[in-house]
T-cell receptor
Framework: GQSLEQPSEVTAVEGAIVQINCTYQTSGFYGLSWYQQHDGGAPTFLSYNALDGLEETGRFSSFLSRSDSYGYLLLQELQMKDSASYFCAVRDLEAAGNKLTFGGGTRVLVKP | DTGVSQDPRHKITKRGQNVTFRCDPISEHNRLYWYRQTLGQGPEFLTYFQNEAQLEKSRLLSDRFSAERPKGSFSTLEIQRTEQGDSAMYLC?????????????FGSGTRLTVV
């Protein structure tokens, strides 16, 4: 089976930087993804890391260390609209068809 | 393409009744997934289709749950004899084989309340 751990909540002010950590345990591993979900909305895809290192997409970056079973999502220049829940998810090699297992989510609250 | 559509957006039903939800994925996506999400939790996998074939079903899914994807297009999720514990957001997502770096596209979900 798979399990993922991420902090339940993070609070920061506008313009700040937030790092959301995710540690995972899987029987096989084939990539770490991140999704954003606003209250009442659908999860939306942010990033995917299959290899070690940092992937940058605008203000958001995602990092993976497969040897440490660890990754993080970095939110820079925080804006009020970034207030949302963020989920890490892993794809298991043993799973059929890119099935993802999600963490419990980190609620990010951005204050003015 | 208008993305993944789910219908209805909200459903309130009495315990013991049957409910059916519909999902229309992105037309060129061959993979379709159903997830369930309760408040403050991450989405939990229910079942997965590749084209019309149901390839995996969660061990957590009771026999009261059934899903279909006739002709590999839209999908339906039926819950029979609903229980209060079935109250949740039911999310549908679709993806295309080989495009891992594009992730899933989720619909806005169907919120089920069993009273």
């Amino acid at each position: 089976g798979q399990s993922l751990e991420q902090p339940s909540e993070v609070t920061a002010v506008e313009g700040a930087i937030v790092q959301i950590n995710c540690t995972y345990q899987t029987s096989g591993f084939y990539g770490l993804s991140w999704y954003q979900q606003h209250d009442g909305g659908a999860p939306t895809f942010l990033s995917y890391n299959a290899l070690d290192g940092l992937e940058e997409t605008g203000r958001f970056s995602s990092f993976l260390s497969r040897s440490d079973s660890y990754g993080y999502l970095l939110l820079q220049e925080l804006q009020m609209k970034d207030s949302a829940s963020y989920f890490c998810a892993v794809r298991d090699l043993e799973a059929a068809g890119n099935k993802l297992t999600f963490g419990g989510g980190t609620r990010v609250l951005v204050k003015p | 393409d208008t993305g993944v559509s789910q219908d209805p957006r909200h459903k309130i039903t009495k315990r013991g009744q049957n409910v059916t939800f519909r999902c229309d994925p992105i037309s060129e996506h061959n993979r379709l997934y159903w997830y369930r999400q309760t408040l403050g939790q991450g989405p939990e996998f229910l079942t997965y289709f590749q084209n019309e074939a149901q390839l995996e079903k969660s061990r957590l899914l009771s026999d009261r749950f059934s899903a279909e994807r006739p002709k590999g297009s839209f999908s339906t999720l039926e819950i029979q004899r609903t229980e209060q514990g079935d109250s949740a957001m039911y999310l549908c997502a679709s993806s295309l084989t080989g495009q891992l770096n594009h992730g899933y596209t989720f619909g806005s979900g169907t919120r089920l309340t069993v009273v």
